[in-house]
């Protein structure tokens, strides 16, 4: 099967990319592990930055000052203009196609603020921002006839004889067969790695890394790795995601004395950190939104109520919220030029898998939804552009190569999903809030170990037809190679810089 633009993903990035490349004249198919609507996108619960003035005075350049001063001087300076320039007409494109944006009493989108923003600038939906936005653009890819293909493993990328990717190996989950899908472009939105810390994070499962993985595997570069942003406030029991928009409204920090020990609208690296030192005290650490009413939560803040009821058993109205950091967003990831195209010709990359260099050390909050619409577009029409003045080359793969696809059995002496959960905690312990060399290095030991008995681990279901146990014991072989990949970048940082933070030696 062969297209111009074969998208890899199908979450903000890869959903907006498809309606781009689409509109621009190419042929479009999106292929995605798992359903569209149960990617990441929908956990973006707080906003999308964009300079509006709606509920107070508010700018581009102060989007953009806000934007280098959380990245730690390690943003692109162009990069981050256009994306926060881009932001107004990224907002109202998703305006007029029916992201259902909460309103000011005179229908302005209404706007609040997140932590590091110098004004109230995240235009929301409820705390559902997210998930709206992802419901809209797949409702949308629908009525454009774009043809988007569940339940495909993407198993590597595919090169032409000249050294272009032009297509992609797959595991049908369903079937159990592996498939080649040709196009004369790529498009990776494949999402970030923070699931590399197992329980200890926000995401979903299916944040693994692959297509990052998949795309070192061929020679892409990669940069920035080390930094994983925590985020401050997740259930403490759980790790489910309570939004920033819960501090944005009001909302306090405490610890077990019923101290508020922090700014909690300071940049997320800062508040993760402070809550951290309060643990390591031998505090409970909580968050607080009783005074805001519930007529107030109930209006605004419905999920975070609904979550903390459903993994916490208490009801924020009357109770205090049991919270501490975990992983939530990875800002390394694929390196992509100005055109949002990697060093492989052909393969182009978008949303939190790609490195556009707009979020440097640490990402302000509200730029993750945005950085989706902007670069999404720009993925989209760059690849259609070079798809459509590309030669019509064939892919030439040998398929002798599927046989390392194949199951196997007797190689299960050590279970890989014990194997995953220790190094979920080891990395949350020592590649973490707060790292040292000794434990770095500790944890890249363990690794290369773990790597060196990977023959040892296996799977125990040897069914073709919807193998879970397969596709999650390849999972963890990308994760292995983004954990090497993630310590070994944090090895050659000495300086602490935003959310790679090197304690200081006595």
């Known amino acids: 099967m062969q297209t111009d633009v074969l ?28 359903y569209p609507t149960r990617s990441q996108t929908c956990m973006a619960q707080g906003g999308i930055n964009a300079a509006l003035g709606n509920a107070g005075k508010d700018s581009v350049e102060a989007h953009i000052k806000n934007t280098l001063k959380s990245a730690h001087g390690l943003a692109n300076e162009e990069a981050v203009r256009l994306m926060c320039c881009e932001a107004p007409n990224a907002v109202k494109w998703l305006d007029s196609i029916g992201v259902c944006f909460s309103r000011t009493k005179d229908a302005k989108i209404a706007q ?28 949308r890819c629908m009525s454009e006839g774009i043809e988007i293909l569940s339940e495909k493993y993407l198993l590597e990328l595919i ?39 197992d329980k200890n994070s926000t995401n979903s499962t299916a944040s693994t890394g692959d297509g990052i993985a998949v795309a070192a595997r061929i020679g892409a570069s990669l940069v920035d790795m080390e930094f994983v942003q925590f985020h401050p ?22 610890n077990s004395k019923g101290e508020r020990f922090t700014n909690e609208l300071a940049p997320r690296d800062e508040v993760s950190r402070a ?9 409970d650490i909580f968050l607080d939104i009783r005074h805001l009413g519930e007529e107030f939560i109930e209006e605004g803040l419905p999920q975070e109520r609904k979550l903390a009821k459903l993994y916490e058993n208490i009801d924020p109205v009357h109770d205090l919220i049991p919270i501490r950091p975990v992983a939530h967003y990875t800002m390394g990831g694929i390196e992509v030029d100005k055109n949002s195209a990697t060093t492989l010709k052909g393969l182009f990359a978008a949303g939190e898998c790609a490195n556009h260099r707009v979020h440097g050390a640490n990402r302000l909050g509200g730029n993750s939804l945005l ?6 577009k720009q993925a989209g029409v760059n690849a259609a552009k070079y798809a459509l003045g590309a030669e019509n080359t064939e892919c030439f793969q040998a398929e002798s190569e599927n ?59 040897n ?15 990308n994760i292995l190679e983004i954990c090497e990949n993630v310590v070994s970048s944090a090895l050659k940082r000495d300086e602490s810089c935003g959310a790679h933070y090197m304690e200081k030696l006595s």
Do not use: W
């Open 275 to 283: 809550i951290n030192e309060e643990i390591l005290k031998g505090e």
């Open 403 to 461: 046989e390392k696809y194949q199951l196997e059995s007797g190689k299960n002496e050590i279970d890989f999903y014990e194997v995953r959960e220790h190094i979920g905690n080891l990395f949350y312990k020592n590649v973490g809030i707060v790292r040292k060399k000794s434990e770095l290095q500790e944890a890249l030991n363990e690794i290369i170990d773990i790597k060196s008995k990977l023959h040892l681990m296996g799977v125990s279901d």
């Open 7 to 34: 998208i890899i993903g199908a979450g903000g990035a890869g959903l907006v990319a498809a309606l781009n490349a689409k509109e621009s004249g190419a042929s479009v198919l999106v292929i995605t592990k798992e």
């Open 159 to 197: 090169k032409n004889e000249d050294g272009c990717v032009c297509g992609a190996k797959v595991l049908d989950i369903r079937s159990g067969e592996i498939q080649n899908y040709e196009s004369r472009a790529v498009i990776l939105a494949t999402g970030g790695y923070s699931r590399i810390y």
């Open 371 to 376: 950085e989706i619409v902007v670069f999404g």
């Open 112 to 139: 609040r603020t997140l932590g590091g923003a110098s004004a109230p600038r995240a235009c929301y939906a409820q705390d559902y921002t997210g998930l709206k936005i992802l419901h809209t653009l797949y409702d």
């Open 233 to 254: 406030t997740a259930l403490k029991n759980s790790s489910i995601l309570i939004s920033e928009s819960a501090r944005g409204e009001g909302g306090y920090l405490l």
């Open 463 to 477: 069914s073709k037809v919807y193998n879970s146990n397969f596709i999650e014991f390849l999972e963890f072989q």
